[in-house]
């Protein structure tokens, strides 16, 4: 039980943290100061903030031209739902064959 609670307050701090980022680089555009490298906002998403960086994205109107965020993101949060179901089924039976 433990584990489990551990493991969903750090899903809502790396969502969290994802979604706050795209925010400040937007911010960050807008006035031409240092940037957050996409590595890193990739980065976020891809330990389990994707959902927080889509809203973030999407909220903030940030990087929805291009192409690889518009279509990387999503991705990445399907891979992480076909992980989490994977997870969640075991391993699969495939004596019939």
Same mark, same amino acid.
């Given at each position: 039980?433990?584990?489990?609670?551990?493991?969903?307050?750090?899903?809502?701090?790396?969502?969290?943290?994802?979604?706050?980022?795209? $925010?400040?680089?937007?911010?960050?555009?807008?006035?031409?100061?240092?940037?957050?490298?996409?590595?890193?906002?990739?980065?976020?998403?891809?330990?389990? $903030?994707?959902?927080?960086?889509?809203? $973030?994205?999407?909220?903030?109107?940030?990087?929805?031209?291009?192409?690889?965020?518009?279509?990387?993101?999503?991705?990445?949060?399907?891979?992480?739902?076909?992980?989490?179901?994977?997870?969640?089924? $075991?391993?699969?039976?495939?004596?019939?064959?």
């Amino acid at each position: 039980m433990r584990a489990r609670l551990i493991l969903i307050l750090y899903i809502l701090a790396v969502n969290i943290l994802g979604f706050f980022m795209m $925010g400040i680089d937007k911010q960050r555009a807008r006035k031409r100061a240092f940037r957050i490298p996409e590595a890193t906002l990739f980065m976020i998403a891809l330990i389990g $903030g994707s959902i927080g960086s889509i809203a $973030g994205m999407h909220l903030f109107r940030h990087k929805t031209r291009h192409w690889y965020f518009l279509f990387g993101m999503p991705a990445i949060l399907l891979l992480q739902i076909i992980l989490i179901v994977f997870i969640a089924l $075991g391993p699969i039976d495939v004596s019939f064959f």
